[in-house]
């Protein structure tokens, strides 16, 4: 999948209505459930953070594994660091 092809997607084009392709911010990232059907596990594995452009976070987002298993790819949102 590609960048274009994810804000494309229902995930993509939810991030993309709320921020702009160009806008810095730290993002984590949330792969896709890990069950598909109706029944079982409901959980999107939390896969790690990024710092950078949406854009930037989209595509390193597409290359960690179980971000994109059988659908429409993951959930990208901006987070807050507490030190």
Known sequence: MTVEQYIKTIPGREITSRF???ERA???FWGELDDPSMFGNHVNPFLGIF??????AIKKALTVPNFNSWGDGGIIRPV????
């Open 26 to 28: 730290i993002w984590g």
């Open 51 to 56: 710092e950078g452009t949406l854009h930037e």
């Open 20 to 22: 702009m392709l160009h």
């Open 80 to 83: 807050t660091v507490f030190k």
